[in-house]
């Protein structure tokens, strides 16, 4: 199973709803990362976490929180989120100890109204 | 971080080679040139990565220069769902963790 799952695949929050989106994988990686893509740009680095620590930590803003409960899974919480934040949120993972590329997920592509 | 500079657009004819260069001028000695691909609303793919020497592998080859001041990807024989957006990465770690800082990319168009 080479597969990085994201759900929902789609969300539209109001600005004062709490929403969270899911990432999981079943490869074995420890090393698991948020990116927020914006229309026609690149992606961008938002938190990294390594064996279920968060290593790196982009300056987000703190109404997006990032969560990794196991090794498997990373949720990234929501919370009184702008316009602005619309976008196609990616989830990766990458193996630490054997080296190796990221792979990611499809996105869930995020609208706040 | 090194930046990399990538042309914004490039067309290919179907069954030709693409040739996607790169400059990364600033690289350091250890860090790596990786190459992600993305196809519409879809997440990154790898394709294929370098230090110094030459590389190949099933998707494509990556030719480093001797300065590794620039880099080519070279699709040997494009098709249509090679069409996408290519990014030249240089991979930097940051804390012993993989930091992937994306440029803006070439959009590859394949032309039938």
């Known amino acids: 199973d080479t597969e990085v799952t994201q759900t929902p695949k789609h969300l539209v929050m109001g600005m004062t709803n709490k929403k969270s989106l899911k990432c999981e994988q079943h490869?074995?990686?420890?090393?698991m990362y948020w990116y927020k893509q914006k229309a026609k740009k690149p992606p961008e680095l938002m938190f990294v976490y390594s064996y279920e620590k968060l290593s790196i930590n982009e300056s987000v803003p703190s109404r997006f929180s990032p969560e990794c409960p196991n090794s498997s899974l990373l949720n990234l919480h929501l919370h009184a989120l702008q316009p602005e934040d619309s976008a196609l949120y990616l989830c990766a993972s990458r193996p630490i100890l054997q080296g190796g590329e990221q792979y990611f997920g499809p996105g869930t592509r995020l609208t706040v109204t | 971080d090194a930046k990399t500079t990538q042309p914004t657009s490039m067309d290919c004819a179907e069954g030709r080679a693409a040739n996607l260069p790169c400059n990364h001028s600033?690289?350091?000695?250890?860090?790596?040139v990786y190459w992600y691909r993305q196809i519409h609303s879809q997440g990154p793919q790898y394709i294929i990565h370098g230090l110094k020497n030459n590389e190949t592998n099933e998707m494509a080859s990556l030719i480093i220069t001797e300065d590794r001041k620039s880099s080519t990807l070279i699709l040997p024989h494009a098709t249509l769902r090679d069409t996408a957006v290519y990014y030249c990465i240089v991979r930097v770690l940051l804390f012993g963790n993989e930091k992937l800082t994306f440029g803006t990319g070439t959009r590859l168009t394949i032309i039938p």
């Open positions: 490869m074995g990686h420890r090393a």
């Open positions: 600033t690289i350091s000695g250890n860090e790596y």
